[in-house]
């Protein structure tokens, strides 16, 4: 089972290169290490397992809002945590344009509808969708002249 390639009392299987730190045993689950080295786990940022620190994102290397160097356990988890970056980079742009709209007080011009729109929830969208063909059914017209209507509107 062990040879005379043994380093450090820790014992190697036959055909095992005991050469690369961390290097797993033949039938075994646990790595292996040299006298006195321990393995140095990081925490996955997104799921929080144990993992060896392969995928990582260093400050300013992918995002400026990345302040410190962050461990992954896999490129799912890597791939998440960007996406939930840009996501929170989106909602502020959204609650910032929306402040600053909610300040004035004229009417809006074509560009400014189109940053409202922008800003908008999904929610927020259904219900202005629904108050329009309410107000669209309010003049009692025919099924031919409601979608005539709606073509319309949306021709503009």
């Known amino acids: 089972m062990t040879d005379q390639n043994s380093v450090s009392g820790f014992p190697t299987r ?32 997104i799921c929080g397992t144990k993992c060896s620190g392969i995928y990582s994102i260093k400050p300013g290397e992918i995002k ?12 799912r988890c890597a791939k998440k945590y960007v996406g939930t970056i840009k996501t929170q ?6 609650k910032t344009i929306r402040n600053k709209l909610k300040e004035t007080d004229r009417e809006p011009s074509r560009e400014e509808l189109i940053e409202i729109l922008s800003t908008l ?10 108050i329009a063909v309410g107000t669209l059914l309010a003049t009692h017209p025919t099924c031919k002249e409601f979608y005539k209507q709606l073509e319309e509107i949306v021709n503009g």
């Open 64 to 75: 400026t809002e990345i302040k410190e160097t962050v461990y992954f356990c896999s490129l």
């Open 14 to 45: 036959r055909g095992c290169s005991a050469t690369f730190l961390g290097c797993r045993l033949v039938g075994s689950s646990q790595p292996f290490f040299y006298a006195g080295e321990t393995m140095s786990y990081k925490k996955c940022r």
């Open 121 to 130: 929830t999904q929610k927020e969208k259904k219900v202005l969708s629904a």
């Open 89 to 94: 980079k989106r909602k502020d742009l959204n």
